[in-house]
């Protein structure tokens, strides 16, 4: 089995930064697409940044600029770097991964637990 672990969430103030890392753990032959989503206080989840496995990035308008999202393949772990944060980047951050399973031709898709981030003075 594998396991997504998302770290690196807490407490900043607006203009501040966060470095989250996603890293997967198990009988992984290779991670492709990763992307980070976050969940806003009752409000639908959504798409923050996504990196494929060749190393192409995309963002969500509200981001562009102020977020970088970034993969080290030896370490299994994407990053998200966040900076010039707002109170509106509030929320719970989880990655979504597909990975190539040792054994397995085909793609599985995991997520990992979360992690909040809020952005308050």
């Known amino acids: 089995q594998v396991q997504l672990v998302e770290s690196g969430g807490g407490l900043v103030q607006p203009g501040g930064s966060l470095r989250l890392s996603c890293t997967a753990s198990?009988?992984?032959?290779?991670?492709?697409?990763v992307g980070w989503y976050r969940q806003p206080p009752g409000q639908q989840r959504e798409l923050v940044a996504r990196?494929?496995?060749?190393?192409?990035?995309n963002y969500a308008d509200s981001v562009k600029g102020r977020f970088t999202i970034s993969r080290d393949n030896a370490k299994n772990t994407v990053y998200l770097q966040m900076n010039s944060l707002k109170p509106e980047d509030t929320a719970v951050y989880s990655c979504?991964?597909?990975?190539?399973?040792?054994?397995?031709?085909?793609?599985?898709?995991?997520w990992g637990q979360g992690t909040q981030v809020t952005v308050s003075s």
């Open positions: 979504n991964a597909e990975v190539s399973l040792l054994g397995f031709s085909r793609l599985f898709n995991y």
């Open positions: 990196i494929t496995s060749g190393g192409s990035t």
């Open positions: 198990g009988s992984i032959y290779r991670i492709n697409n």
